[in-house]
């Protein structure tokens, strides 16, 4: 009595992707939440932490993929941070922030990509030899998407916002 076991499921998606030139098979789950975001450290902001000139609202889209190769399993998590106003001179709606993570029997990878006014800077933390630990930057337009935006856009839960049957044609980064 007074005793109960809850079981937390997730409910997510068939996921078909294409590994090792064959297409492999698991489960994709979106998970999607409202952040304060630091703008000069590009992490979800404590609050009273910092000024409020520093943060803006986002939209973070965690998208965890899990698929076996036959051999081990890759666990992939990415998270896409869409700015839900104006910031760095790019419009709400772009991605201020995309970091990826994935785990294999091999090893691990952390990769994280920062959009500012101008230009991409990246960062990458491999097992890989010669990608152990790369940094740099790339021109980058204002109004280019992000591939890993695009699931925030596709629900209709920020830029751009199209009608049925509008299209629109932006830059690729």
Same mark, same amino acid.
């Given at each position: $009595?007074?005793?109960?076991? /809850?079981? @937390?499921?997730?409910?997510?998606?068939?996921? =078909?992707? +294409?590994?090792?030139?064959? $297409?492999?098979?698991?489960?994709? #789950?979106?998970?999607?939440?409202?952040? &304060? *975001?630091?703008?000069?450290?590009?992490?979800?902001?404590? $609050?009273?932490?910092?000024?409020?000139?520093?943060?803006?609202?986002?939209?973070?889209?965690? !998208?965890?993929?899990? *698929?076996? &190769?036959?051999?081990?399993?890759?666990?992939?998590? &990415?998270?896409? *941070? =869409?700015? !839900?106003?104006?910031?760095?001179?790019? +419009?709400?709606?772009?991605?201020?922030?995309?970091?990826?993570?994935?785990?294999?029997?091999?090893?691990? #990878?952390?990769?994280?990509?920062?959009?500012?006014?101008?230009?991409?800077? *990246?960062?990458?933390?491999?097992?890989?030899?010669?990608?152990?630990?790369?940094?740099?930057? @790339?021109?980058?337009?204002?109004?280019? =998407?992000?591939?890993?935006? !695009? !699931?925030?856009?596709?629900?209709? /839960?920020?830029?751009?916002?199209?009608? +049925?049957?509008?299209? =629109?044609? /932006?830059?690729?980064?």
């Amino acid at each position: $009595p007074g005793k109960y076991t /809850l079981k @937390m499921r997730a409910v997510g998606y068939d996921l =078909v992707t +294409p590994r090792y030139g064959a $297409p492999r098979t698991g489960t994709a #789950v979106a998970i999607f939440v409202t952040e &304060t *975001f630091s703008n000069h450290l590009r992490v979800k902001s404590d $609050p009273g932490k910092h000024p409020k000139s520093d943060e803006f609202p986002v939209l973070k889209l965690n !998208l965890v993929q899990d *698929f076996a &190769t036959g051999i081990y399993d890759y666990n992939l998590q &990415t998270s896409a *941070f =869409v700015a !839900l106003a104006p910031v760095n001179g790019r +419009p709400a709606g772009a991605a201020t922030k995309v970091s990826l993570s994935s785990q294999e029997w091999c090893g691990n #990878v952390y990769s994280q990509l920062l959009f500012d006014s101008r230009d991409l800077r *990246f960062a990458s933390h491999s097992y890989f030899d010669g990608e152990a630990d790369l940094t740099g930057s @790339m021109p980058c337009p204002a109004d280019a =998407v992000d591939e890993d935006a !695009l !699931l925030v856009w596709a629900r209709g /839960l920020a830029w751009p916002l199209l009608s +049925p049957g509008e299209s =629109v044609t /932006l830059p690729h980064v």
